[in-house]
């Protein structure tokens, strides 16, 4: 006898109706390409995978992005749209063993004239010898292989299967097309939320969707769980669920910031945890960083500001500064969040410690200057490359001085154009190793001056110099 007793007829449909509903992100998958929300670079009209969809002439693919951006959805809709048989295959529930089945029963359908489109979710978790397995079958046309992946596939997708697929790149859903979804959720009576009296106001629902971070699924578990967690009230409609601040921050396990991605209180922070920086204080900067990552900011958008930071505000007084926010960006491309944001703050602590200097964004800004309100001068003839006979008759590379033959290593040729020689854009301040860097630039213009003066002393009449 098992652990559960067999149930009759009749305690089978009483089972049936008693079943618990499919998650609400699941229920409200798009039934067609026309309910799609976003990715309309892939699916507008004249798109290559709309014409493949409506011609249904599906080839291998790959869909590549973040999670609850669409993969599964299309794979379905093109189930759908498609007269193949769709097979779906899941990289963390399917071994060799099943791998070879299935691509057998392919194999045979192919002989009976009938194609099957093989969709695997997660494909990135197949070790290499499981992706070989799939190779020979999609060479000879057995199987139209679609896979789904979060990860780089020129990393995680053997290049043999790589160069046979063609990838597509899914994008994060932003906060319009988030609030669409919520929206149609709360109408759809059959597939949605629609049968119940629910009361949210814009700005929650908007909270909502910045929390998701273009992420579907997280929306519609978010706007389920908040509805399960409030408790009906009377009202003249009769019972009403109130979506209310405080259920939404229990539902979302933290407290729901004032932030608008695309509003002042998004430059207001950034702002902030700029001007902190700068200041070098290290807790206000970790306090910005945290409201802004905590309240649904990018994390990449945070990222670029602080590799600019490092850049503008601390520059050549610690060459180390930029390589690490380089770092922290690749670090949160790789893991995601929240893991990322430990490496933001890593490069924020650095950041706010270090020397600081805007020599460099200083010098950048002049040399600009010089190049809106001077003409663009052509390069010197001295400093361009003679590959040909005929560049070399016109003067190309005449006069160059080749640096390492010089007793000095540097020769006083000048470098810019006419006009401006003798301009200094670069002036380092004597902050962390740009003390070293005004030492040594002081030195090559010495040096620069004893060349000049020696060229010079060459050029007088009876010199000896002169006369070799």
């Not at 001077?374 to 070399?392: F, I, S, Y």
Request: hydrophobic share 40%; glycine share 6%; net charge neutral.
């Amino acid at each position: 006898m098992g652990l559960f007793p067999s149930l009759g007829p009749e305690e089978l449909e009483q089972s049936e109706k008693a079943k618990l509903p499919s998650p609400l992100a699941d229920r409200m998958r798009p039934q067609g390409i026309e309910e799609v929300v976003g990715q309309q670079h892939l699916l507008a009209q004249g798109k290559p995978l709309r014409t493949q969809l409506e011609r249904d002439e599906i080839s291998s693919l790959i869909f590549w992005g973040p999670p609850g951006v669409g993969k599964t959805t299309l794979a379905r809709v093109i189930a759908q749209k498609t007269k193949s048989t769709f097979v779906t295959f899941s990289a963390v529930l399917s071994g060799m063993k099943e791998i070879k089945a299935v691509m057998a029963d392919a194999a045979r359908a192919r002989r009976l004239g009938r194609s099957t489109i093989l969709f695997i979710d997660e494909i990135h978790r197949f070790n290499k010898a499981q992706q070989d397995a799939f190779l020979p079958y999609v060479e000879k046309g057995d199987v139209v292989l679609i896979g789904a992946t979060t990860e780089n596939p020129s990393f995680e997708v053997i290049a043999a299967l790589l160069s046979r697929s063609r990838v597509y790149r899914l994008h994060p859903l932003d906060e319009d097309q988030i609030m669409l979804l919520l929206h149609r959720a709360l109408k759809d009576r059959e597939h949605g939320l629609g049968s119940q009296n629910i009361e949210v106001t814009e700005s929650l629902l908007h909270q909502m969707a910045v929390f998701a971070g273009g992420d579907a699924r997280v929306a519609f578990n978010v706007l389920e769980a908040v509805v399960r967690g409030t408790e009906p009230e009377e009202s003249p409609e009769g019972k009403k669920i109130r979506i209310t601040p405080a259920v939404l921050e229990a539902a979302l396990e933290r407290k729901t910031l004032l932030y608008d991605k695309a509003g002042e209180e998004h430059y207001n922070l950034i702002s902030a945890l700029h001007k902190s920086l700068r200041n070098s204080d290290p807790d206000a900067a970790l306090y910005w960083l945290a409201r802004m990552l905590e309240a649904g900011e990018d994390p990449l958008y945070v990222a670029r500001r602080i590799v600019r930071f490092a850049s503008e505000d601390v520059g050549l007084a610690d060459p180390q500064a930029l390589p690490l926010a380089i770092a922290a960006m690749q670090a949160v491309h790789f893991v995601g969040m929240p893991e990322g944001s430990l490496a933001l703050a890593e490069a924020a602590i650095y950041l706010a410690l270090a020397p600081k200097s805007n020599s460099l964004y200083a010098a950048y800004g002049a040399a600009q200057k010089d190049l809106e309100t001077t003409t663009a001068q052509p390069v010197p003839l001295h400093l361009r490359n003679a590959p040909t006979r005929l560049m070399k008759d016109e003067g190309y590379g005449a006069g160059y001085e080749y640096a390492h033959n010089l007793e000095e290593k540097i020769s006083a040729m000048p470098c810019l154009p006419p006009g401006l020689e003798g301009r200094q854009y670069y002036q380092p301040t004597g902050e962390g190793l740009e003390q070293e860097f005004r030492k040594r630039l002081e030195e090559i213009r010495q040096r620069k001056l004893r060349a000049s003066r020696k060229e010079t002393a060459s050029r007088q009449p009876g010199s000896r110099l002169t006369k070799e």
